[in-house]
């Protein structure tokens, strides 16, 4: 998982991640508490096949916390950064 992202009451925002021949799956997760003892499930799960370039998710709604489910399954590429506005 990314860090825990907080939106500060903010209705809508935008992550945004730059990839590396990255191939896995993101998702973008939230939650009203900051340790995501409940937490739900914003976007589905987004699959990536070596990926290099600049992904983003734009999010309408309340979501207090945020964070990435990140599951890399390539051994050369990664997630080399994520932008939170």
């Known amino acids: 998982y990314s860090s825990t ?3 500060l009451n903010q ?3 935008t992550i945004q991640m730059i990839f590396e021949s990255f191939t896995g799956t993101i998702q973008l997760i ?6 995501f003892s409940l937490p739900y499930d914003i976007t589905a799960i987004q699959p ?3 990926r290099t370039g600049t992904e983003g998710f734009s999010v309408d709604g309340y979501h207090p916390y945020v ?3 990140i599951v890399n399954t390539s051994v050369i590429g990664d997630v080399t950064e994520i932008l939170y506005r």
């Open 48 to 50: 990536f096949t070596d």
């Open 30 to 35: 939230g939650s009203a508490t900051s340790d």
């Open 67 to 69: 964070r990435l489910m």
């Open 11 to 13: 209705r809508s925002f």
């Open 5 to 7: 992202i907080p939106t």
